[in-house]
């Protein structure tokens, strides 16, 4: 059985990711790209579906870790009755042939460990052949995929498992090296450990060093934004929305969703928390990606794409594995890429005007998409969708969903005006003010002085708390502050946020459907800062912090009645809303020191409804 959640620590290369739990053992990592079938699968089932665990050989009477400084660099304390080790787990982001790198560094007397390698490929389907070359390096294939194992230790094979047992004395140190690469090239080249670990460390020391956050929580949002770029795909830019799988939305459960790919949603989200952190390099390639993502005609324009701008996510099940805690299905691809969800181009033009606004430099293709968008958008947005939430249920009209279309044209008019581009702003003005009227006639209820979820529904759904950030009505508006009580009085569940209204029952299971929602969570903070209660803003942020495992990383939901975090994980949307919500009440507390917020125009609308 695998760890909880909360007990996993995450290390990449910018190329894909692998989880490391509290007693030494990679559970889960994707090779060659975040997308790719996994070698290490147990997270997902048992250690016969692939790990990779180095640990004392006994019990450790103490076990801590946390990263080295603002670095990727993973460091495990085990203390034992006769000494202490360090476990230093690690992937040198060198872009080329990608390494999983363990060295076991002796602190104090001497500790017997054991190292078990369970390769698994297919995620978890495939035993590979192994074995040993001239030079003791250990090779194991199966079909495309080849990786090799080079140590310090000698490995002898147990039952489909390779195994070592070995001493660590104080001042010693013992390296293993795991490097993957196709089957059909060359065995790699060995690595020189320890001048990898110094240029690792380099490279995040570098790259964290451009952040800019100076608030009182500077260290864990400095996390959130190594996350962040640790889920980047470099190639391409592409960020992941997390590095997993299925893991259950409830414990037992199926909302098992594969998460492992780039959500047009996120682009806002993303560009806000690394541009007002200082990283305009990541903006920009996230930027880019987006661009080359959604060129072609806008009738195919998807809510998600591959890393490299792939459309086919196909979904399928994996019986082969039992699932996190039996949750299952276990899910690879995610049918909802096909889904009509029409707040994406919302999104997407907010995504083009903030960026414009931050003067990230375009090409001259963006204003003609965005034009092309808009002439589709002009006919779509009277359409029922699928929603934020993915509902794979009947479409209906939602009202985020309308809501953004307004923003889309919006933005439109806003990057027309300022920055002198041409485009027909009067016919866009007047969708928007259709639009607008649309919603505020069929998507508010007056019995409950409330936006709901969707036209004709009684139901509330947290989307709607983006309403006064987006810029639809001012904070101050007699709709929002009852939107955002109504949303505290029915989605509030032990001081967080549920995305969906436990009055509804949904159709795919029995409520409740999962736990509460950490990012919505932080909206509800962020509406706050806007309605000037920035107290209880800051009560809701450190609610959510604290929730954080003790290296600072966040899945997508959290089971209160469990106390344990739920979800794919590490999540980024979730730590993209925790930087968002810092920088929010960081400017409210600090007016001369503002941040780009998505209302350009905090209170001002040009349309009277």
């Known amino acids: 059985m695998s760890s909880p959640i909360e007990d996993y620590a995450l290390i990449g290369d910018c190329l894909t990711a692998a989880l490391v739990s509290r007693d030494g053992s990679i559970d889960w990592l994707c090779w060659p790209t975040f997308d790719s079938d996994a070698c290490f699968a147990s997270l997902l089932g048992n250690p016969e579906h692939g790990r990779w665990r180095i640990a004392p050989k006994e019990e450790p009477a103490g076990i801590t870790r946390s990263y ?15 000494g202490t080790v360090t476990l230093i787990d690690f992937m040198p982001p060198r872009g080329q042939a990608s390494d999983v790198v363990r060295i076991v560094r002796g602190d104090r007397g001497v500790l017997k460990m054991r190292m078990e390698l369970i390769l698994r490929f297919g995620s978890g389907f495939s035993v590979p052949w192994v074995k040993t070359l001239d030079d003791g390096t250990l090779q194991a294939i199966a079909g495309p995929d080849m990786v090799v194992l080079r140590s310090d230790v000698e490995t002898h094979g147990e039952g489909m498992t390779t195994v070592s047992e070995f001493e660590v004395r104080a001042g010693e140190t013992l390296s293993f090296v795991l490097t993957y690469d196709a089957s059909h090239l060359p065995v790699p080249e060995p690595i020189d450990v320890h001048r990898a670990l110094a240029d690792t460390e380099a490279f995040w020391d570098e790259w964290s060093a451009r952040g800019n956050f100076k608030g009182r929580h500077r260290d864990l949002i400095q996390r959130s934004l190594v996350t962040l ?11 992941v929305a997390a590095p997993t799988t299925s893991l ?25 928390a690394l541009m007002n952190s200082g990283y305009r390099e990541e903006a920009s390639a996230w930027h880019q990606w987006l661009l080359r993502a959604v060129a072609g005609s806008p009738v195919d324009m998807q809510i998600m794409y591959g890393i490299a701008g792939q459309r086919r996510l196909l979904e399928w099940e994996a019986p082969w594995l039992p699932g996190y805690e039996n949750s299952q299905p276990v899910r690879f691809g995610n049918a909802a890429h096909a889904q009509l969800q029409l707040d994406v181009y919302g999104e997407l033009m907010d995504a083009f005007y903030q960026a414009r606004q931050t003067g990230i430099e375009f090409d001259g293709d963006t204003w003609p998409i965005e034009l092309a968008l808009l002439e589709h958008l002009s006919k779509a947005w009277r359409e029922p969708d699928s929603g934020i939430w993915e509902r794979r249920g009947a479409p209906r009209h939602y009202v985020f969903s309308k809501v953004m279309c307004w923003v889309a044209f919006d933005r439109g008019i806003k990057s027309a005006r300022k920055f002198g581009l041409e485009g027909p702003v009067d016919e866009w003005c007047a969708i928007r003010d259709e639009i607008h009227k649309d919603v505020c006639t069929k998507g508010f209820d007056e019995e409950q002085n409330s936006y709901v979820e969707s036209y004709g529904s009684k139901m509330l759904d947290a989307s709607l708390l983006l309403l006064p950030e987006i810029g639809f009505l001012k904070p101050d508006d007699p709709r929002i502050v009852g939107t955002i009580a109504a949303i505290e009085k029915h989605l509030l569940r032990d001081g967080f946020v549920l995305r969906h209204d436990p009055r509804e029952p949904l159709a795919d299971e029995v409520q409740p459907i999962e736990g509460v929602f950490l990012a919505c969570t932080l909206w509800l903070a962020d509406a706050y800062v806007l309605m000037n209660r920035i107290d209880e803003a800051r009560t809701l ?4 912090a604290s929730l954080a495992n003790d290296v600072g990383l966040l899945a997508e939901e959290y089971d209160t009645q469990e106390r344990r975090q739920i979800g794919n994980f590490p999540q980024a949307l979730t730590h993209i809303a925790l930087v968002n919500t810092a920088q929010n009440i960081f400017a409210a507390l600090h007016p001369q020191k503002p941040v780009v917020q998505r209302s350009t125009e905090p209170g001002r609308n040009d349309v009277k409804t």
């Open 68 to 82: 080295r400084g603002d670095t990727l660099i993973l460091e495990t304390r085990y203390v034992g009755k006769e």
């Open 541 to 544: 942020f450190w609610r959510v």
């Open 248 to 272: 259950p939305e409830k414990l037992g459960g199926a909302r098992n969703w594969d998460y492992r790919y780039c959500w047009i949603r996120d682009a806002t989200f993303t560009l806000l």
């Open 229 to 239: 770029k640790a889920l980047t795909f470099a190639p391409t830019g592409g960020i």
